[in-house]
């Protein structure tokens, strides 16, 4: 029996405010996984993150990074993790090389390897013809891959990835995947990420879990995760003239609910998902039968199945990147703003 | 490329004391680096404290020639009683920029970042403050050496001093010292307050505000003897007042010891009220950093 590289048990947090961000979740993750961690804002997932990875004492349950006690053993811990956040974590008055460099010699690694270490680092993450010039003048990307690089140059065995992408373009997001998954596929890293974006998630993870109100609402690959819709995603919205709307979604759902091509239907606030195998050959039966029972259909989308509508159902909310960020701004706080930690 | 897969971390060369010392002083390098890369901020908090200096200590130069004054500093220009009360206005108003340190390090996830390596907690303080008092023992030497310059006078053809440091060497480190004392008491302060507020504009705010109130309560102006009488009684309970006259007995000798006092007592008294303000400040900004780095 190989040990988990991470392994929780009914963990829990209380903020001493009363805050009950944890509530009792369990999980595992193997050597050489790419672990994701899907959630909204406020879900729990920064707080897991932080207790994983020594920062913040949990309040109840158990939990062991490569077999190490996270409560007890926390010197040991440090010494085989890494971690990079969404604020980053370099500093901008020294080049490239003296951020790993400084960053190294905090493990105390002998000079030696510690220069091998650092051109190693500087090559793997495109940054070699910068190595000295101050991060300061690098522009998000490659100040993200430096802050990157320097959670790496002890050689850690897991990688913890709080919200690495968040705040940085599309663009520079989707190039900073390449080299997560890099780390991982090449460099067989094992990574535990933690992310709102579905996207990612969907790209990166070979296995997720989406919390929610401090609870693991569900947990497999992203590909078991959509499978277990039960199909395709027929997405129906309906007229919007006051309480109308619920009555035809109730309405709908029991006409359709009867059909014995529909997998599956969800109800939320905007309209029912309604999932179904071969969603294209059903959707004319799904309009005549709602037709039949005088439900007004406005809008009719169907895509196969998504990440956003795995989220969708097991949390009853859509978020929009958009939104994202917006939070993101705000919880970072006006020049006056104190910053929960 | 090169594969590092499944390798084990790195081992580690130095364990226990000796990792301390190594994290500090990669810590305080870091420091030392941030200055040499911004010395801006070395500079910056110099050129008010300067203009003070060459401006009062040509204004109220004939204050020297006031009924009681030399009683109470013997000799020299008022531009060398000044002096001392520059470094630690200069010292005050800089202060501020070790809890601001701090704060930067916190809001860009530096800190978060260090934490989760196995160094010691207090190293990453130690350092900063090691970097902090290097910064100020050098605006000191700073001030002392262009006090010397503008002292100097035209004198049959050639460049004499007119200050003349009594103890020489040994006196200007004893001052030194005093002013690293009160420079320690004061960043252990900031410290607290930046971890207090977590607020870069409150943390500079409380320095600023300090400063001058400090200095113009102290014998920082003029010495105690001809201050009014209400200010004299506020300046026995102004620290600077103390630190100011230590620095004078230490620098300029006997001739500076302040009235119904001993040379031994001045540095005496200095030297005891800033070790105990420092024990304090100094446990009040361990103590919230601690908190802080929980």
Same mark, same amino acid.
């Not at chain 1, 997560?180 to 990574?191: A, G, M, V």
């Not at chain 1, 999932?275 to 309009?287: F, I, K, R, T």
């Given at each position: ?63 062991? @990074? ?10 040991? @811990? ?34 030696? #390897? ?130 109308? *709307? ?10 359709? !609910? ?22 294209? !050959?059903? +959707?004319?039966?799904?309009?005549? #039968? ?45 020049? $006056? ?5 | ?15 226990? /004391? ?28 110099? *050129? ?28 020299? !220009?008022? #531009?060398? $009683? ?17 809890? #601001? ?39 000191? +030497? ?11 006078? /035209?004198?049959?053809? !050639?460049?004499?001093?007119? @200050? ?26 900031? +410290? ?83 070790? *105990? ?18």
């Amino acid at each position: 029996m190989v040990t988990p590289v991470i392994e929780v048990r009914d963990l829990e947090k209380i903020y001493p405010d009363g805050t009950r961000a944890v509530r009792g979740i369990s999980f595992e993750v193997e050597e050489g996984e790419f672990f994701g961690f899907l959630g909204p804002n406020g879900a729990g997932k920064s707080t897991t993150i932080k207790i994983l990875i020594t920062l913040l004492r949990k309040t109840g349950g158990t939990v062991r @990074i490569m077999g190490l006690d996270v409560s007890r053993q926390t010197d040991a @811990i440090r010494r085989v993790i890494g971690y990079a956040a969404q604020e980053v974590g370099v500093d901008d008055d020294l080049t490239a090389r003296e951020n790993l460099m400084l960053q190294g010699e905090l493990y105390h690694m002998e000079r030696t #390897l510690l220069r091998q270490r650092t051109d190693e680092l500087l090559e793997l993450m495109d940054l070699a013809s910068d190595a000295d010039r101050l991060a300061g003048s690098f522009s998000g990307g490659m100040r993200k891959r430096l802050d990157l690089a320097t959670g790496l140059m002890h050689r850690p065995r897991l990688l913890f990835l709080d919200e690495p992408t968040t705040g940085l373009d599309p663009q520079n997001r989707a190039n900073l995947w390449i080299y997560l998954d890099r780390l991982n596929k090449q460099e067989k890293l094992t990574i535990f990420l933690t992310t709102h974006y579905m996207e990612e998630a969907d790209k990166l993870c070979n296995r997720l879990a989406i919390i929610d109100h401090g609870q693991i609402k569900t947990l497999g690959s992203p590909r078991q995760l959509k499978q277990e819709l039960g199909g395709d995603v027929i997405a129906l919205r309906f007229a919007t003239n006051g309480q109308d *709307v619920t009555t035809q979604a109730q309405q709908a759902c029991a006409v359709l !609910s009867g059909a014995p091509f529909v997998a599956n239907i969800d109800r939320f606030d905007e309209g029912i998902n309604v999932y179904a195998q071969n969603g294209g !050959s059903v +959707v004319p039966d799904v309009l005549r #039968l709602l037709d039949d029972a005088g439900v007004h259909v406005t809008q009719l989308s169907l895509t196969s199945p998504s990440l956003d509508d795995v989220f969708l159902k097991h949390t009853g909310y859509k978020i929009r990147d958009e939104e994202l960020d917006r939070n993101w701004r705000n919880q970072r706080g006006g020049p $006056f703003g104190r910053r929960r930690r | 490329m090169r594969t590092i897969a499944h390798s084990k971390p790195f081992p580690a060369i130095f364990h226990g /004391w000796g990792a301390f010392l190594s994290e500090t002083w990669t810590l305080y390098r870091r420091a030392l680096l941030k200055l040499y890369r911004r010395p801006v901020i070395l500079y910056f908090s110099l *050129v008010q404290p300067m203009i003070w200096l060459l401006l009062f200590g040509q204004i109220f130069n004939r204050i020297t020639e006031a009924p009681g004054f030399s009683a109470a500093f013997g000799g020299q !220009s008022y #531009l060398a $009683f000044f002096a001392p009360a520059i470094i630690l206005q200069t010292i005050l108003f800089g202060a501020g920029q070790s809890g #601001l340190g701090l704060i930067n390090d916190l809001d860009t996830g530096f800190l978060s970042k260090l934490l989760t390596t196995p160094i010691h907690r207090l190293a990453i303080l130690l350092g900063k403050v090691l970097g902090d008092l290097t910064r100020m023992l050098s605006q000191a +030497v700073i001030i002392l050496v262009v006090t010397f310059v503008v002292g100097l006078r /035209w004198v049959d053809g !050639s460049l004499e001093p007119t @200050i003349m440091y009594y103890y020489g060497l040994p006196g200007l480190l004893g001052a030194l010292g005093i002013t690293l004392l009160f420079g320690l008491m004061l960043a252990a302060l900031s +410290v607290a307050i930046a971890l207090t507020t977590r607020n870069t504009e409150a943390t500079f705010l409380i320095s600023n505000f300090l400063t001058f109130p400090l200095i113009f309560t102290s014998s920082a102006l003029l010495p105690v003897e001809l201050l009014p009488d209400w200010l004299r009684t506020v300046s026995t309970f102004n620290p600077v007042t103390y630190a100011i006259n230590a620095l004078r007995v230490l620098l300029y000798g006997p001739t500076s010891v302040p009235a119904g006092s001993t040379m031994g007592d001045t540095i005496l008294y200095a030297v005891g009220i800033l070790l *105990v303000l420092t024990v304090i400040t100094l446990t009040l900004g361990t103590s919230r950093f601690r908190r802080v780095v929980g």
